[in-house]
């Protein structure tokens, strides 16, 4: 996939997006105008290499260059994800760590407990490396040198500070750390991980990105080295395990964002790539498929738990299923031969190659084997024995058999073959082959089905319109027909093999700031808003091009605030938007109508917002579902009923706080501000989060400030029933 190098597309800037894999590192190049993908390589992952992963990362960037003509002075912007950190901690390959507990009295009662965290399994077998060692007070130099002469001497390299109630006074923190820093011991404050409450989830949190920081630390350095070394000037940055990135600096200070990236980047190539607004993305590969959310232009996060024990780390809510497109069929054979399952081993485990991807002559004189995988695996694993050798019999080879397979998809298969594969299969049964298939797709299916069923219940998704969309290589074995038996849109995503690179090129810088604020004032949650977005600058995003989302909890006095933005280089490059002509199928697609219905309520330079004709309802209001598409063609928000309030930005701070205030609703727990969705400029901030009026409305005075007073305002609000 290239370009001619003397053609305007080929000279426009391009954003590079490398993911790792278990397997292979996959690179792409992306017009960084038009998003389109215009380069792709593969390169065996460097596990073994004496730079590890770093090795691969480097070896697909100089690859992908060449083979599309560009040079480094070309990229703009270069991101990474890995799965480095996810495999360290489930596979138990980590650092052992010192923990220094500091305080005296009562809690250090508490302090001591944390000792325990050593007993957090992270493989069968494989618990927590930790040595807790106390301080009484934090400017005990001489107790503080002993501790980290112990840990030196045991082969520890890697630290953490924890303190009660360090995140309102981190000075005891900042003082051990420092010390610490000064003896080269890699350092985690429990205050720089998290500002939320909690000793116990604080400190395993920080605990948890202590024991991968310092393979995490020479990776990046190795990476950052050999990036400059190449001659590209693009910061370098990372992906995050929330669907955004951060900075290489960032990354050595809070590797553990990192875990659980790899879903994270799919889900994100869909939401950029697929315009997927609402809906679940599946990514499946050979022995698996993730399931994530996309909801109302976001993905859907939670934070996660390690060995039983939950934590402070924001990620994304991806549920796993032993089931990919190279799952092997399992069959009873004796009494009434049936399909049991499929999965959870697959062909490549099993060392097999899949039997549609061999040729009719090779499957000459085919006949089942049952087979146990593994040692100690059950032996109903379905193989055949044929001309060519063994073979797996593979939910792909009963997808291809039954025609579901594009033909331009990665999975793709001849039929024909895929039909001789299922016919041993179908004869065991006593049925056609059509048949065989269908009843592999549903056993593995139905699984899959439950997962999807229950993520649309937990997130509220309008059953009815919640579209599927198929990404990895092993996506046709699955999406196709979980689609059509649930009766249900999909969609295989384009480039689907390549879908998690493409997320982590078009993904955007991402950070998050939590405080726990009782009866917070309206400035201390602008404050955080403030810090958020001072975080994101000091890690290159341009300050035109960051939007904030503020959420305040009361019943848990959480104030917090995430804020994401691009590059100054992706800004300037928003150049050439898509049209009308574009945009507008995207938007009727999702609002299940004709184009010719549209109601276009709001146009700015950089978004569109859609809606569709009023809904009546009988006894009941009439609603207006609302979209917002921005000139990427990305749906950015979603509402099943919404009020549209458009003016300048000078004028609209009186204009929103207008709406606000009539849209305000009131009942037996107070008032409640309407949820507000505020577009000025580039930007579209999620208001959402705030209830109290007069908040939100210093909230959305904060969003315009600095902003050109000419400048579109667009208000999309919600009244909160």
């Not at 058999?401 to 990665?410: F, H, I, K, M, Q």
């Not at 699955?478 to 090129?505: K, N, Q, Y």
């Not at 938007?577 to 299940?592: F, I, M």
């Amino acid at each position: 996939m290239t370009d001619d190098p003397d053609s305007p597309a080929a000279r426009s800037p391009i954003r590079i997006g490398i993911d790792v894999g278990g397997t292979f590192t996959d690179a792409v190049a992306v017009d960084a105008r038009t998003l389109a993908l215009i380069g792709q390589t593969k390169t065996p992952t460097s596990h073994d290499h004496p730079d590890g992963v770093a090795h691969g990362i480097i070896e697909g960037l100089h690859r992908l260059l060449d083979e599309i003509g560009r040079s480094p002075e070309d990229v703009v912007f270069l991101a990474h994800g890995t799965t480095q950190a996810t495999n360290a901690l489930l596979e138990g390959d980590v650092a052992p760590v010192g923990l220094i507990g500091i305080g005296s009295g009562v809690p250090a009662l508490f302090l001591r407990r944390l000792a325990a965290l050593r007993k957090i399994e992270l493989t069968p077998g494989t618990h927590l490396p930790l040595e807790y060692g106390h301080l009484k007070r934090a400017g005990d130099t001489a107790a503080l040198h002993a501790l980290l002469d112990g840990f030196a001497e045991r082969g520890i390299s890697s630290v953490v500070v924890t303190e009660p109630f360090s995140v309102d006074d981190s000075l005891g923190e900042d003082a051990v750390a420092a010390v610490a820093r000064e003896r080269g011991f890699l350092v985690t404050a429990t205050h720089e991980i998290t500002s939320l409450y909690g000793l116990s989830k604080r400190t395993r949190t920080a605990v948890l990105n202590a024991v991968i920081l310092p393979r995490m630390f020479a990776t990046a350095d190795l990476v950052q080295t050999s990036i400059e070394k190449a001659g590209i000037t693009a910061p370098l940055m990372v992906m995050r395990c929330d669907g955004g990135v951060m900075s290489l600096e960032e990354m050595r200070r809070r590797p553990l964002l990192t875990v659980l990236s790899g879903p994270a980047a799919g889900v994100a190539g869909a939401l950029m790539q697929e315009r997927l607004g609402e809906g679940i993305f599946l990514e499946t590969g050979g022995t698996s498929t993730d399931v994530s959310v996309v909801r109302r232009g976001k993905v859907a996060v939670r934070y996660t738990s390690f060995g039983g024990s939950t934590t402070y780390l924001n990620a994304l809510d991806v549920r796993t299923i032993g089931i990919g497109g190279g799952s092997m069929i399992r069959m009873q054979h004796d009494g009434s031969p049936r399909i049991t399952a499929v999965g959870p081993r697959s062909a490549h485990i099993a060392g097999l190659p899949y039997a549609c991807f061999a040729t009719l002559a090779d499957l000459d004189g085919a006949r089942l084997v049952p087979v146990a995988p593994r040692p100690g695996d059950p032996d109903d694993h379905v193989t055949l024995d044929a001309a060519g050798g063994r073979y797996a019999v593979t939910l792909t080879c009963a997808a291809n058999a039954l025609g579901l397979v594009p033909a331009e998809a990665y999975a793709r298969a001849d039929p024909a073959v895929a039909r001789r594969a299922l016919q041993p299969v179908a004869d065991a049964l006593g049925v056609d082959v059509d048949t065989a298939a269908r009843r592999i797709l549903e056993t593995a299916a139905a699984p899959i089905e439950k997962v999807v069923t229950a993520l649309v219940t937990d997130y509220d998704l309008d059953d009815d319109a919640v579209r599927l969309v198929g990404g990895g290589g092993g996506a046709a074995a699955v999406t196709p027909f979980l689609g059509g038996a649930g009766d249900r849109e999909w969609t295989l995503a384009a480039h689907g093999e390549v879908i998690s690179p493409i997320g982590v090129a078009l993904a955007l810088l991402r950070e998050q700031v939590e405080r726990i604020i009782p009866g917070a004032t309206d400035e201390q949650v602008l404050a955080v808003r403030r810090e958020a977005e001072q975080a994101l600058l000091d890690q290159g995003a341009a300050p035109g091009a960051i939007s904030v989302d503020v959420t305040v909890d009361p019943q848990s006095n959480t104030v917090r605030a995430i804020a994401t933005g691009a590059t100054e280089l992706r800004t300037q490059d928003l150049t050439d938007k898509p049209g009308r002509a574009e945009l507008d199928p995207v938007a009727a697609r999702s609002l299940r109508i004709g184009p010719e219905h549209l109601e276009v309520l709001a146009e700015t330079p950089y978004h569109v917002v859609y809606g569709a004709p009023e809904r009546k309802r009988r006894f009941r209001r009439a609603r207006r579902p609302v979209r917002v598409v921005d000139r990427d063609g990305v749906i950015r928000f979603a509402s099943a009923d919404a009020q549209v309030v458009r003016g300048t930005v000078g004028g609209g701070a009186n204009l929103l706080a207008s709406a606000v205030t009539r849209l305000t609703s009131y009942g037996d727990g107070g008032s409640r501000a309407p949820a507000v969705q505020l577009i000025a400029g580039p930007t579209l901030a999620d208001l959402s989060g705030v209830l109290d009026e007069s908040a939100l409305i210093s909230l959305a005075r904060s969003e315009l400030d600095g902003k050109n007073r000419d400048d579109d305002l667009v208000a999309v609000l919600e009244v909160r029933r």
